[in-house]
C-alpha cells in the first residue's frame, strides 16, 4: 500500500513543475530507478555480510526515510506560479480587472469560461469592477481539480484505456521475462550460473545505457507515442526471440536489446501519460494501471508460471513475449491517431502560409 501510494503520488509531481523539460525531467527520474537497481543488491549484500540479517535490515528500512524528506519538502506551486513560469506577462492576471480571458482556456483545461457579458446578462445592476473581480474568482476555482470530474472522464477515454491494457501487459512481459530468464538460459544452454548472471547484469547497464539515451534526446521534437510503442515492440518481441537462444553471444546481445527496450518504456511512460490527460488526472491515471497491473499479476503472470512450469521455462518465455507484442498492438491506434493529427496540424499550417 505505502509503495502504491507513492507511485501514484510522484507521478503528479514532476508534472507540475515540469512542462518545457519534462521528458528531461522524466527521464532523470528513471533513470534514478536503474541507478538504484545497480547498486542496492550490492549494497545490501554487503550489509547482510558485515551485520547481519536483523541490522542489515533495520539500516536498509531506514532509507525510506528518504521518501518523508522528500514529501515534506514538496510545496506545490500557486496557479499564479505556474502561469508565470508558461507565461510572464499572466503573473498578475487576477489582480487586474478587466483581464481578457483567452479563447483556448475552455478548450484546453476542460474547463467553464466566464465572461462580463455572461455575468451582465444575469445581473445588469452589478458594476464593472464587480463584474472582473467575479469572473477572476470563478476563473480561479474552475481551475481547481475535480476528483469525480477528472474520474469520470478518464473512464470515458479510450486512448486512457488502451494506455492501461498495453502497460498491463508490458508488465506482463517484464515481470515474467525477468522470472523465467535465468532458469531457462541454466537448464537450456551450455553456460553456467555465472554467465547467466553475466547476462542479467549486461541488461542492468543497458538498462541505463537507454534511460541516458533518453535524456540526450529529451530536447529533439518528435512524437514521444512512436518511441513509447517501437520500445515496447521491441522488448516483446527481444523476449521472444530469447527462447530460443543457444550461445553466449545471442543471450548477450538480446539482452542489450531487451535492456534497451525496457528503460526506454519507463523512461517515455510518464511523458506520454502526461500528454493523454491532465496534470490533476495524472494520479488517477497511475492508480489506474496499478490496478489493472495488478489484475495482470494475479491472473497472467500466475498462467504463463503455470504454462513455464508445465512445459519448461521457454514457453513461459514465449508467452510474456507475446503479451508484451500484444502490448505494442494494443497502443498502435493512438500512435496513429497522433500521427494522423501531426500531419493535419502540419498541412494546415503550411496552407495557412
Known amino acids: 500500500m505505502g509503495i502504491s501510494c507513492c507511485y501514484t503520488a ?32 550490492i549494497l545490501s549484500q554487503f550489509l547482510l555480510n558485515k551485520f547481519g540479517y536483523s541490522y542489515a535490515m533495520g539500516i536498509m528500512a531506514s532509507a525510506h526515510l528518504l521518501h518523508i524528506i522528500a514529501g515534506i519538502s514538496f510545496f506545490e506551486p500557486k496557479e499564479e506560479d505556474l502561469e508565470g513560469m508558461e507565461d510572464n506577462s499572466e503573473v498578475d492576471s487576477y489582480d487586474k480587472p478587466k483581464q481578457p480571458i483567452d479563447a483556448n482556456f475552455g478548450s484546453d483545461n476542460l474547463a467553464m469560461e466566464f465572461s462580463p457579458e455572461d455575468f451582465a446578462r444575469d445581473n445588469n ?12 474568482d470563478m476563473s480561479i476555482v474552475s481551475m481547481t481539480p475535480d476528483l469525480k470530474t ?24 517484464s515481470a515474467g521475462f525477468l522470472i523465467f530468464l535465468n532458469d531457462y538460459i541454466i537448464h537450456n544452454t551450455n553456460m553456467d550460473k555465472d554467465e547467466a548472471a ?41 523476449a521472444l526471440a530469447t527462447s530460443f537462444t543457444s550461445s553466449k553471444v545471442m543471450f548477450y546481445c538480446l539482452g542489450i536489446i ?67 507484442i500484444l502490448g505494442a498492438l494494443t497502443i ?10 501531426g500531419k493535419t496540424t502540419a498541412n494546415s499550417d503550411d496552407s495557412s502560409e
Open 198 to 238: 553475466l547476462g542479467v547484469t549486461i541488461i542492468g547497464i543497458a538498462n541505463i545505457v537507454g534511460c541516458v539515451s533518453v535524456i540526450l534526446t529529451s530536447s529533439l521534437k518528435f512524437n514521444r507515442f512512436i518511441l513509447y510503442f517501437i520500445s515496447v515492440a521491441v522488448f516483446g518481441v527481444a
Open 125 to 136: 445592476s452589478m458594476s464593472e469592477s464587480s463584474i472582473s473581480e467575479t469572473s477572476s
Open 332 to 341: 498502435l491506434p493512438v500512435v496513429v491517431l497522433k500521427l494522423m493529427k
Open 150 to 173: 477528472d474520474f469520470i472522464a478518464l473512464l470515458k477515454s479510450w486512448k486512457i484505456w488502451l494506455f492501461i491494457i498495453s502497460g498491463m501487459l508490458w508488465n506482463i512481459n
Open 258 to 324: 531487451c535492456g534497451l527496450g525496457r528503460s526506454v518504456t519507463i523512461s517515455c511512460l510518464l511523458g506520454v501519460a502526461s500528454d493523454l490527460c491532465t496534470t490533476s488526472q495524472l494520479p488517477l491515471l497511475f492508480g489506474l494501471k496499478l490496478l489493472l497491473k495488478g489484475i495482470g499479476g494475479m491472473t497472467l503472470l500466475p498462467l504463463a508460471s503455470f504454462i513455464g512450469g508445465a512445459t519448461g521455462e521457454r514457453y513461459g518465455i514465449i508467452f510474456v513475449g507475446c503479451c508484451g
Open 10 to 41: 510522484s507521478s503528479q509531481i514532476l508534472a507540475v513543475y515540469f512542462d518545457r523539460l519534462k521528458y528531461l525531467a522524466f527521464s532523470l527520474a528513471a533513470l534514478g530507478i536503474y541507478v538504484g537497481l545497480m547498486t542496492w543488491p
